[in-house]
T-cell receptor, first 112, second 113 residues
Framework: AQSVTQLGSHVSVSEGALVLLRCNYS??????LFWYVQYPNQGLQLLLK??????LVKGINGFEAEFKKSETSFHLTKPSAHMSDAAEYFC??????????FGKGTKLSVKP | NAGVTQTPKFQVLKTGQSMTLQCAQD?????MSWYRQDPGMGLRLIHY???????DQGEVPNGYNVSRSTTEDFPLRLLSAAPSQTSVYFC????????????FGNGTRLTVT
């Protein structure tokens, strides 16, 4: 069965600093992986997805993620944080029935 | 292009009341699903459907019913609301290809007193 673990329920960075949000997955088949962002009181917006075409995936708003099979990881990064990046981020893996299985989320705070 | 539309946006119920959360999509997606979001729990799957007339249970189905009579609509029914069902509910759809992302509605915030 597929599962996702997000390390750190809260991450705080200074504006301009590197953002690193960690995601580890478990899957018995080659995974399809996704990162979503949720701004306060809004729905979920797709940041990027991994579908085996390339291990380094670029998404919107300057975010990217690298798929590492040996580490079963799909960490999300951004070189320089902006105040507008403050949100909750969810990593997800596609389940066997087609649904997405989500991690518990990481809230990102950005300090001025 | 409306995408996934959920109504209502907010709802307050008393314990024991019933209600239906509406979800409609205009993208001709075969797959639709309902999630609930609770603080610190992420999103948990309630029910899903892989096409009209086909529904199945997810991780937390108790207390909820669904039906899928058309491709476009996937309502979620709360039969007898309980305070434990206080949550934010999201409807989502995708066309079925494994690499396709879920498209989410804007959510319904439900409070049961």
């Amino acid at each position: 069965a597929q599962s996702v673990t997000q390390l750190g329920s809260h991450v705080s960075v200074s504006e301009g600093a590197l953002v690193l949000l960690r995601c580890n997955y478990s899957s018995s088949v080659p995974p399809y992986l996704f990162w979503y962002v949720q701004y306060p009181n809004q729905g979920l917006q797709l940041l990027l997805k991994y579908t085996s075409a390339a291990t380094l995936v670029k998404g919107i708003n300057g975010f990217e993620a690298e798929f590492k099979k040996s580490e079963t990881s799909f960490h999300l990064t951004k070189p320089s944080a902006h105040m507008s990046d403050a949100a909750e981020y969810f990593c997800a893996v596609r389940g066997s029935q087609g649904n997405l299985i989500f991690g518990k989320g990481t809230k990102l705070s950005v300090k001025p | 292009n409306a995408g996934v539309t959920q109504t209502p946006k907010f709802q307050v119920l008393k314990t024991g009341q019933s209600m239906t959360l509406q979800c409609a999509q205009d993208m001709n997606h075969e797959y639709m699903s309902w999630y609930r979001q609770d603080p610190g729990m992420g999103l948990r799957l309630i029910h899903y459907s892989v096409g009209a007339g086909i529904t199945d249970q997810g991780e937390v189905p108790n207390g909820y019913n669904v039906s899928r009579s058309t491709t476009e609509d996937f309502p979620l029914r709360l039969l007898s609301a309980a305070p434990s069902q206080t949550s934010v509910y999201f409807c989502a759809s995708f066309p079925g290809a494994p690499g396709s992302p879920l498209h989410f509605g804007n959510g319904t915030r439900l409070t049961v007193t």
